[in-house]
């Protein structure tokens, strides 16, 4: 393709092999000795003349990064090679300092949490609207944040997560105003909606709506390799103090093999992004307009909850709730009798993921299974309970609990005790427990449903699963 010619890939598989290297990495690009990495070895480079540097760029990375910054219309775009998880760093780090306050979505990823921990700041929550029957967190209310912003004058930043890894994006442009109104700074946690703003068939990007900073994963949904993503700011004032939080979180040595992918899938949107968007946009309309005839799974892009604002439809969001098995093993049947792996599964629905990359053939595997396990579904109400939405009481900040002398105790034993640790299913990542919180029977009821499950909660600290490390408070 055209656009390849400018591109650091094209520039990387032409770099003169002539060329005797004596700089990192440690292959050396020697393919001789090492044969079996040779299709890595030929792309993998270090900050040699002519291929610019991701933390000082002046080149072909700021060309490229330029071009993102014209495709989502910002005023700063910048590569990540550590994932969202570091773009979430810089982003929290450039705005606070320790001991401020700022709210968060209580359905956030744990990168959120850890860098409260590790900046350690004061938090309040903001509950999205919640559905019980399906566990499923909803829109965030603007009005909800405006008031927690009221009551708290303090607050510096919000950082809430839209969209969700089910697809629910929340009104950014009325809870931007709102932020705003109240002298502080929205970030929005967009790693699941790289493709927004891109095509009119996703919802735009935050960082159009008056999001302060935005960060995607673009390895989640676009066709960059796994742990590269990007950060928008819309402030040029936060230009420098980005930069700076960069350098501190990504390491100092970027992967050229990780930015190639970056600067092609940038490229490639850039030349061709209507083609790929149209593709992807049609193949999904076929996909829900066969699954309307389903009798007893759903699909929530057909049905109409209330309390979403708007949903991106690139999550394929199947609903069990309506049959006698739950998505844990839906996923099961899908994995073992269909081969199909889907991205995860929670006790109502599971989420079959499509990227920009997704082809008809695999939507018409996923329809053949999903219409012929369908027949042989009961209608019933699905044998899992009504999800309360948890609000646990906090007694320590996060920093001050994982610092304080813990004991490891049964579960039977931590009622009423302060967590010293996280506890989440993953995916999503999504905290159930967090260090500093009080541990009720309700949460232990939620975790004995997971195990009900054959599910595997994360516990941060605690080897096995029926102990947990609670605050010594001799
Ligand atoms: C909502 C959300 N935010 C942030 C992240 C972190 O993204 P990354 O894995 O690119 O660091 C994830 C990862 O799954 C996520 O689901």
């Known amino acids: ?13 032409d770099y003169d092999e002539t060329k005797t290297a004596f700089h990192m990495p440690g292959h050396m690009r020697n393919k001789e000795t090492f044969k079996t990495l040779s299709e890595f070895i030929g792309l993998d480079i270090t900050e040699i003349d002519g291929f610019d540097d991701l933390h000082h ?24 090679v550590n994932g ?12 606070t300092k320790p001991k401020d306050k700022i709210l968060i979505a209580r359905n956030c990823h744990k990168s959120i949490y850890h860098s409260i921990e590790v900046f350690d700041l004061n938090f309040e929550y903001v509950y999205p609207k919640y559905d019980e029957s399906l566990g499923i967190f909803l829109s965030i209310d603007a009005n909800d944040i405006e008031k927690i912003l009221r009551k708290n004058s303090d607050i510096k930043v919000v950082l809430i997560t839209s969209p969700t890894y089910e697809g629910v994006v929340s009104d950014i442009e009325k809870i931007a105003n709102t932020v705003h109104k109240h002298d502080a700074k929205l970030i929005v946690d967009e790693a699941h909606g790289a493709s927004f703003g ?27 390799l796994t742990q590269t993503a990007i950060l928008h700011i819309s402030d040029k004032n936060l230009y420098s103090k980005i930069r700076k939080s960069l350098e501190i979180f990504q390491t100092s040595s970027p992967s050229y093999i990780l930015m190639s992918s970056m600067d092609y899938c940038i490229r490639s949107i850039e030349q061709n992004g209507e083609n790929l968007f149209n ?5 999904l309309k076929y996909f829900y307009e066969k699954c309307k005839n389903l009798e007893n799974l759903r699909v929530l892009s057909n049905i109409i909850l209330d309390d979403i604002f708007e949903l991106d439809n690139s999550k394929i969001t199947i609903l069990t709730n309506k049959t006698d098995i739950s998505g844990y093993e839906l996923m099961n049947i899908l994995r073992s009798e269909y081969d199909i792996e889907l991205e995860m599964a929670s006790f109502k629905y599971v989420i079959a ?11 018409d595997k996923l329809i053949y299974a999903l219409f012929d396990i369908d027949k042989k579904l009961n209608l019933g109400v699905c044998k899992n309970f009504i999800f309360n939405k948890l609000l646990l009481k906090r007694k320590l900040s996060i920093k001050d609990a994982v610092m304080s002398n813990l004991t490891e105790v049964f579960l039977k034993n931590s009622i009423s005790k302060i967590s010293g640790e996280y506890v989440w299913a993953y995916p999503p990542g999504i905290p159930i427990l967090t260090p500093g919180e009080i541990i009720t029977e309700e949460v232990l009821n939620l975790f004995q449903k997971y195990r009900e499950e054959n599910i595997d909660l994360r516990f941060s600290k605690s080897k096995c699963n029926d102990k947990i490390n609670i605050i010594n408070k001799k």
């Open 198 to 224: 891109l095509s009119n068939y996703f919802p735009k990007s935050s960082i159009q709506l008056g999001a302060d900073i935005t960060i995607q994963s673009l390895h989640k949904t676009l066709m960059s």
């Open 1 to 13: 393709m055209k656009f390849l010619n400018n591109s650091l890939l094209k520039k990387l598989r």
């Open 84 to 95: 969202s998880t570091s773009g979430i760093f810089s982003a929290v780090y450039s705005l």
């Open 279 to 283: 593709n992807w946009r049609e193949n």
């Open 57 to 80: 760029p002046e080149e072909i990375l700021k060309e490229s990064m330029d071009i993102s910054k014209k495709l989502w219309n910002t005023e700063g775009s910048f590569y990540l």
């Open 353 to 363: 993921y499509t990227g920009i990359g997704i082809s008809i053939k695999s939507l």
